[in-house]
């Protein structure tokens, strides 16, 4: 899996998102402290640099990881500030505020969920595992990145339920890669 991992792209409209929640959360001097964190983890890569490409462009996948961690040490080393920058993505993502748009309903979010992952990843499957109307269990499969990333991802799922104008929900990782289970899996409980 490791190798997989080493192999593998992401596309980079999956950062733009989060370097509008640093802007917004820490302006230039966040953005300012970004770079230099940065460009020390990947040998001179900047925002700038992902900026100036294409959305749907692929970059490697482990230059997320490097990117989250940078994150990290922006956001005062504060896991929960990665979760809420999850939260936020969807809502500053143009590509996910579109594609929501069409799929209001919760459910068929995630029906859709698998094939947009792998429009994104080409690294690791997303596997719905149960769904009904109160209930939504999925998983990450053959894909262990970074324990940021899994942070992100639940408050990414909390960020699709606000979208989805979700009233009460709940939302947690149940299983996770980087503690020993063979994938990380995901719950949302919607009341």
Partial sequence: MMNEINQGKCRVDVFIPDIKYI????GAEGITKLNKKLSEMTAGFKISDIEKLKHTEMVPVLFRAKFLDACLSVLDNDATKIRAMGREHPKNSLIARHFLGYLINPIKIISH????WKEHYTVGELEVLQMDE???RFCIK??????LFCIHMVGYIEGLCDIA??????CKEIKCIHEGAEHCEYEIVMK
């Fill in 23 to 26: 802007k917004n959360k820490k």
């Fill in 165 to 170: 104008k979700v009233k009460n929900f709940s």
């Fill in 142 to 147: 053959n894909f262990k990145l970074s324990k």
């Fill in 113 to 116: 969920a698998p094939s947009y």
């Fill in 134 to 136: 109160n209930y939504v």
